[in-house]
């Protein structure tokens, strides 16, 4: 090592203070492999941990804005159809259901011979 001095009065290049291979001050202790791999392996498994610990906030807050949107839609489904929403919906799509069976039956001809005759009276007018 140099002194701390140089020849001209002026302070040497740190990197000038430091011989190749030598640690930094005397009583640094060199870092082994294994060492280095023991702190990378703990600073990974933290990481591990916090990355655990912020799925389960968000999964804990997804469930929460679930239900939340859950009871919203039933609250406004009471608002809107009254005492027993769910049984005037299926009531309203039974009704649908029957009567497009009921469109269904009926002859194909003799709706658009009511759809012609009603054009051309449209037409006359």
């Known amino acids: 090592m140099q002194s701390s001095i140089n020849r001209d009065g002026h302070l040497p290049d740190p990197d000038e203070l430091i011989a190749e291979g030598e640690p930094p001050f005397a009583d640094a202790a060199v870092e082994t492999a294994r060492e280095k791999d023991d702190q990378d392996l703990s600073a990974l498994q933290h990481e591990l941990r916090l990355l655990r610990a912020r799925i ?16 919203s839609v039933d609250a406004n489904a009471h608002v809107q159809l009254g005492d027993y929403p769910w049984l005037k919906l299926a009531a309203a799509i039974c009704a649908t259901f029957i009567g497009a069976r009921l469109v269904r039956r009926l002859p194909l001809g003799v709706m658009l011979a009511g759809v012609a005759g009603h054009l051309s009276e449209s037409r006359s007018r």
């Not at 389960?56 to 009871?71: F, V």
């Open 56 to 71: 389960g906030g968000l999964r804990e807050d997804a469930e929460t804005a679930l239900k939340a949107k859950a009871t």
